[in-house]
């Protein structure tokens, strides 16, 4: 498609919960993104995949967190047990080439809700 | 703490006025790029500058580009009601291998008609 596809658009989840969010690239391109937005302002880096392969996770919170971008499947992220503080609006973005050469296109977000 | 920094935080005009928004950043960079994103939506990307670049015009949008001085500026003219939202400078820093984008805290514009 042409546009980043993000489901689900809500998501509740009791503290403790597991919590899974999809995210379809534009077809055709290779590059990855999830960020995490708190509260308006600060866009946090998450994890970059290059196809199916991890690009960069320096801002992946290794205890708890994970993805995954499988062939011919939705990419995925996936929060185990739940924190109040995993509440935020997670972002996924995809780009054709790498960001040295061009903008990222981003989904509308997922709300986390963390109760 | 993230590499940009924007000020203002909070910018509001009438309609017909120019907007600017300025962001400053800390590690040498390949490209700077702003986004826009209308409120609960996603960032849509506006344009970028490479580093070997001082200026670019997109329709009415001006970026400038100071590496000496770690910034970049925003300028939007002829403001209108529907360009209100939050604007975001984003940075390819030049140690990554252009695995990510690193944001600003923002500015939130609003243009009154």
């Known amino acids: 498609g042409e546009e980043v596809a993000q489901t689900p658009k809500h998501l509740v989840r009791g503290e403790g919960q597991k919590a899974k969010l999809y995210c379809a690239p534009i077809?055709?391109?290779?590059?990855v993104f999830w960020y995490q937005q708190v509260l308006k302002n600060e866009f946090k880096f998450l994890i970059s995949?290059?196809?199916?392969?991890?690009?960069?996770e320096t801002g992946m919170p290794k205890e708890r967190f994970s993805a995954k971008c499988l062939p011919n499947s939705p990419c995925s992220l996936e929060i185990q047990a739940t924190k109040l503080e995993d509440s935020a609006v997670y972002f996924c973005?995809?780009?054709?080439?790498?960001?040295?050469?061009?903008?990222?296109?981003f989904g509308q977000g997922t709300r986390l809700t963390v109760v | 703490s993230q590499q940009g920094e924007e000020d203002p935080q909070a910018l509001s005009i009438q309609e017909g006025e120019n907007a600017t928004m300025n962001c400053s950043y800390k590690?040498?960079?390949?490209?700077l790029q702003w986004y826009r994103q209308n409120s609960g939506r996603g960032l849509v990307h506006l344009i970028l500058?490479?580093?070997?670049?001082r200026e670019k015009h997109s329709g009415r949008l001006r970026v400038t580009l100071d590496t000496s001085k770690k910034s970049s500026s925003l300028l939007i003219t002829a403001s209108r009601a529907a360009d209100t939202a939050s604007y975001f400078c984003?940075?390819?820093?030049?140690?990554?291998?252009?695995?990510?984008?690193?944001f600003g805290q923002g500015t939130e514009l609003s243009v009154k008609p």
């Open positions: 590690t040498s960079i390949n490209n």
């Open positions: 995949f290059q196809n199916e392969n991890v690009f960069d």
């Open positions: 984003a940075t390819d820093a030049f140690y990554n291998q252009g695995g990510k984008l690193i």
């Open positions: 077809k055709g391109h290779s590059y």
């Open positions: 973005a995809s780009s054709h080439r790498s960001l040295h050469l061009g903008g990222a296109f």
């Open positions: 500058i490479r580093s070997n670049e």
